[in-house]
């Protein structure tokens, strides 16, 4: 009898909540334009970026190779990426509204965690092609050849829309019956299963079965990410070469800062405590990962690489020429 009082009392509560409130900075809210600035400038910058990357690898014949395919892939999975967390932040700040439908609080989740699962693929992906490359450069082109790229690429696709499907599948069976505060910026996992657990019921067997989930979706990629470069030091350490070493570690040395910026802050959120991931650190290194990572990654493969350099001087050349063009033929 109380149990059914009790289920009865948790549905009218859960019909009550209808959103979540995103705390977000609350303890910045002084300094909020600041904020607004801020974000709105990486947002530019990373989309900008990210964008710029997709147009010389689409339309420059010379960045037609393996990596630069997957590098296009993973510039346009970024762009999504920021898209998915910076607009709704932006918004928070300028109109002062935190509020977010629990559809919309799940549907940003989906894409947050299928965008991220996509890419520790990708990263993966990219570390198998510099290892080809530098480990077994004579067979280079034979093993990563167009249909190869196409699958491993669209294998990263379709493996993000599995797991990001499975886990907002179980996340929508969650009961929320109590406040509907999420101190974080945006829907992460931990903060809305806090949200149910704390107020509304054991939901250990869920954290379980995601965590296994989230194994059996990253444990693959990052290890074979982690073994592909373990090859790549002991191949460039062996190199008698100085100058070969170099060229060797120059080819692979945005990549690699990539992910260690990526996996780094990934494993940090996830290594500290629970009791930690509820104050300010969690958010910091969430902004890491989630907002300054997209917007980096464009910078260290310009900054980086000769041929990215190269391509958007030429890209730069052939625009201005088109309008140089146009304005002359309007005069004549």
Not at 5 to 11: I, M, P, R, S
Not at 12 to 41: C, R
Not at 107 to 115: E, P, V
Request: hydrophobic share 50%; charged share 10%.
């Amino acid at each position: 009898m109380f149990m059914q009082v009790a289920g009865t009392l948790v549905q009218q509560n859960q019909t009550i909540i209808k959103e979540f409130i995103l705390l977000g900075f609350k303890h910045l809210q002084n300094i909020k334009i600041i904020l607004l600035l801020v974000f709105f400038t990486i947002y530019i910058m990373t989309i900008a970026g990210n964008v710029l990357i997709v147009l010389l690898v689409t339309t420059d014949q010379h960045l037609h190779t393996p990596m630069y395919f997957f590098l296009g892939n993973l510039s346009c999975l970024e762009t999504f990426y920021s898209s998915a967390i910076l607009p709704r932040m932006l918004a928070s700040f300028s109109n002062g509204d935190r509020s977010i439908s629990i559809n919309g609080c799940f549907i940003q989740h989906y894409f947050f965690a299928y965008l991220a699962a996509v890419e520790c693929y990708l990263l993966s992906a990219m570390s198998y092609d510099r290892y080809v490359a530098i480990c077994k450069p004579l067979h280079y082109v034979s093993v990563m050849n167009g249909k190869l790229c196409l699958h491993l690429a669209a294998g990263s696709w379709v493996t993000g829309f599995i797991a990001s499907t499975i886990t907002i599948i179980l996340m929508s069976r969650l009961v929320f019956c109590g406040p509907n505060e999420i101190d974080h910026f945006f829907c992460d996992t931990y903060p809305i299963m806090q949200l149910s657990y704390l107020f509304c019921g054991d939901t250990h067997a869920f954290k379980l079965f995601l965590y296994i989930l989230s194994s059996i979706f990253t444990f693959p990629p990052s290890i074979l990410t982690l073994t592909s470069y373990a090859f790549i030091i002991l191949t460039i350490l062996r190199m008698s070469s100085s100058r070969g070493k170099r060229k060797a570690f120059s080819t692979c040395s945005s990549h690699l800062l990539v992910v260690t910026i990526f996996y780094g802050t990934l494993m940090s959120i996830y290594a500290i405590p629970n009791t930690i991931k509820v104050s300010g650190l969690h958010k910091v290194l969430s902004v890491i990962y989630t907002i300054l990572t997209p917007m980096l990654n464009p910078v260290i493969y310009t900054l980086r690489n000769k041929e990215v350099k190269n391509a958007f001087q030429r890209f730069i050349s052939v625009f201005f020429l088109k309008i140089y063009r146009k304005i002359r033929y309007a005069n004549i």
